[in-house]
């Protein structure tokens, strides 16, 4: 390189560092961004992304592309992601808890890091809800607990998938309330609405979102939210009743390891944006949105290994 040369592409470092015109400076994002849900499509993560996306592109200025990398509860997607996507922020994946926590505890090789990424935002929760048919016995919580204490393992809880959400709020009751319940186990949400109005269960642990489409049908005895749950406005809190119990599903989105600040920023802004515009749709729906970032991600992630890793190591030591 000649010293000519040398002084010009110098100059041109120089205009770049000062922000001085002659140089065109890169602009995040320039590209369409692909967000991947690892679940199949039709579930909590994939509605709320498709609600997302045309306000994210709008807020951007670049295509979003949602697409599906299902298999494992979310692990096979999230192991993918995180051996292969490039910190660019064109690559981003929707993550869940209890999941990220609970699966590399509980399985000899989840294939991911629960921290071997970059939470960019936790944007909403469905915390939680213990439901019990209409004509339950149990019109309280309370009531359930003092039946549960005089008659060990009688009260069956179902819920969706073992040691997911659902489970481990169960294993937090039992915990917090020194009971001893039978859980049951079902494929999904999609049995329980029956399992309550048939009253083969006592009761069942799901989200918030169930407990709004059968407050008509059934009772919701409590929800485990830090303060009461927009869409079911009657209906305490477990900490109201005397419980420690805040949990549930928190949904949100990561990017890879050493994505730039500045990117993950970017990205925080689109989705805070994104959550004030489609409130009104999620919220009668029993989501509550929240805006978690930044240091608050950690202790989010901090609270819940706290509670679920003690619940979890004992389940595996049972296994």
Same mark, same amino acid.
């Given at each position: 390189?000649? @010293? ?7 100059? =041109?470092?120089? #205009?770049? &560092? ?5 140089? &065109? ?23 709320? &992304?498709?609600? /997302? ?10 295509? +979003?592309? +949602? ?16 051996? $292969? *996507? ?8 929707? %993550? ?23 939470? %960019? ?27 549960? $204490?005089?008659?060990? /393992? ?42 309550? /109005? ?13 407990? +709004? ?7 919701? @005895? ?8 927009? *869409?079911?406005?009657? %209906?305490?809190?477990?900490?109201? =009743? ?6 549930? &599903?928190?949904?949100?989105?990561? +990017? !890879? ?15 805070? $944006? ?9 919220? !009668? ?14 202790? %989010? #992630?901090?609270? =819940? ?11 595996? *030591?049972?296994?």
């Amino acid at each position: 390189m000649t @010293l000519a040369t040398t002084r010009w592409v110098g100059s =041109l470092t120089l #205009m770049a &560092a000062l922000g001085m015109p002659g140089i &065109a400076l890169a602009e995040y994002p320039e590209q369409p961004i692909t967000y991947t849900i690892p679940f199949d499509p039709g579930g909590e993560s994939d509605v709320t &992304a498709r609600f /997302q996306e045309p306000h994210l592109e709008e807020i951007l200025g670049v295509d +979003v592309n +949602v697409n599906h990398r299902p298999g494992g509860g979310g692990a096979v997607g999230w192991s993918e992601f995180q051996s $292969k *996507a490039e910190p660019t922020g064109y690559e981003m994946i929707g %993550v869940n808890i209890p999941h990220i926590i609970a699966q590399p505890i509980m399985r000899e090789n989840a294939g991911y890091e629960t921290d071997n990424w970059k939470i %960019v935002t936790f944007f909403h929760t469905t915390p939680n809800a213990l439901i019990v048919p209409k004509d339950s016995q149990f019109e309280t919580l309370d009531d359930l607990v003092q039946y549960a $204490k005089e008659n060990p /393992q009688a009260v069956t809880l179902g819920g969706s998938g073992t040691f997911s959400a659902n489970h481990l709020g169960a294993l937090r009751l039992e915990r917090e309330a020194d009971i001893d319940v039978t859980y049951i186990p079902f494929t999904g949400t999609g049995p329980l609405p029956a399992a309550v /109005q048939g009253n083969h269960v006592s009761g069942i642990f799901n989200y918030s979102m169930l407990g +709004v489409q059968m407050q008509d049908n059934a009772r919701v @005895l409590a929800v485990a939210s830090e303060e009461r749950v927009p *869409a079911l406005p009657d %209906v305490p809190t477990f900490k109201e =009743l005397g419980y420690d119990i805040v949990g549930g &599903a928190y949904r949100g989105v990561a +990017v !890879p390891k050493g994505t730039p600040d500045e990117i993950v920023n970017t990205l925080e802004d689109a989705f805070a $944006k994104t959550n004030e515009r489609i409130a009104e749709k999620q919220e !009668p729906l029993g989501f509550v949105m929240t805006d978690i970032t930044d240091g608050e991600v950690d202790e %989010v #992630m901090q609270q =819940l290994q706290s509670a679920y890793q003690p619940i979890l190591e004992e389940a595996k *030591a049972n296994q």
